[in-house]
DNA sequence: GTCTATACCAGGATAGAC
DNA sequence: GTCTATCCTGGTATAGAC
């Protein structure tokens, strides 16, 4: 049986659901209504609005790391682990109006805090890393074909990744987005 | 010599700029302060918030089917036109802390107008047309290799240079984009 | 921990003088 | 055309009762 979650999880739940609607735009009203609390009580449990969205960055890049280390140690092929991986962007896109919390933040990153700025860099140096190691590995053991080096190829299918979400959640076309990770992974196994 | 610009004029320049920079989250104000003149002022040229904004996508979005046209017309190959598009975004990019006004509005997708949302997808079909047209015309002349359908490339290309200006703004580096353009030329010339 | 109440600021928009 | 003045809404944040 699971634990009832505290109302810092449910804040934190909410949270990240509005953050991956309306990036930095999202406001306590709406988490407040959702939960059936007073915008007020959501300062109890975080000071301010930047300590809230870096506790849901923070949380949710943790979550995504032990993500990826499972695919790492799963034993499955590169191509495998890089359609595993794919999966999780697709998903993320899938349930409605929302996509990459991390891509939204970085389209605000004009507004946004610099704590919350640095943990939307940190994401994807992390992915850059992930990827860059993975693709490395299948272009020794062949299965991979690219030029250059694996941390611009890494960079190249991370902006595909960001931009085919943000593309597709605008034009509501999932479809489109799918086939743009089809062809990412084509261009590379070839 | 050249008119001197219309306070409607200036009022969309500057409200370009401010979309590159901050998507459908600029103000009045910061306009106002700009031109030195009052935001109430602004609603004598444009009503509302919606129509400037539209005003100002549909009028980036001929000039850029001008500049696009250009391109295509100027008799240059495949690849070379390719590149002086890609250049396009580019320079987009460059100057600091701006990127495509769409991608940035595309991000709002779900805060924005639904005419202007529907100005940012007519922007992003422009696009998918044109470059699926050069990536076709490539393909016989043998200068481009891909497979699969030239839409689904050009959709590809397109989320590349999205995604790449969006991670590239929010981590202060250029230098990564112009790397995400190059893989992606490199990628359809081999 | 959660509430009410409120402070404070900034947003877009409108009315009417000049 | 541009101004001042104002309205209304909604944002984050704080104080203090319960």
Redesign the pocket.
């Known amino acids: 049986m699971t634990a009832a979650l505290?109302?810092?999880d449910r804040i934190l739940d909410v949270a990240e659901s509005l953050v991956r609607t309306h990036g930095y735009g999202?406001?306590?009203?709406?988490i407040?209504s959702e939960l059936?609390?007073?915008?007020?009580?959501i300062?109890?449990?975080f000071?301010?609005?930047?300590?809230?969205t870096r506790a849901v960055t923070a949380r949710y890049r943790v979550a995504f790391a032990v993500r990826t280390a499972e695919v790492h140690e799963s034993g499955l092929g590169p191509l495998a682990q890089l359609e595993k991986y794919f999966g999780f962007y697709r998903d993320a896109l899938r349930d409605g109006d929302r996509m990459c919390l991390y891509g939204l933040l970085a389209a605000d990153c004009v507004t946004v805090p610099a704590a919350v700025r640095d943990e939307v860099n940190a994401f994807f140096a992390d992915q850059e890393r992930w990827l860059a190691r993975l693709l490395t590995a299948g272009r020794r053991d062949g299965v991979f074909s690219f030029a250059g080096s694996a941390n611009v190829e890494a960079l190249a299918l991370l902006a595909g990744l960001e931009g085919g979400m943000l593309m597709a959640r605008s034009r509501r076309d999932v479809h489109g987005f799918t086939a743009v990770v089809q062809r990412l992974v084509a261009n590379l196994i070839r």
Chains 1, 2 share one sequence.
């Open positions: 505290s109302t810092a999202y406001s306590f009203a709406d407040a059936s609390i007073r915008k007020a009580s300062h109890y449990h000071a301010s609005k930047q300590t809230l």
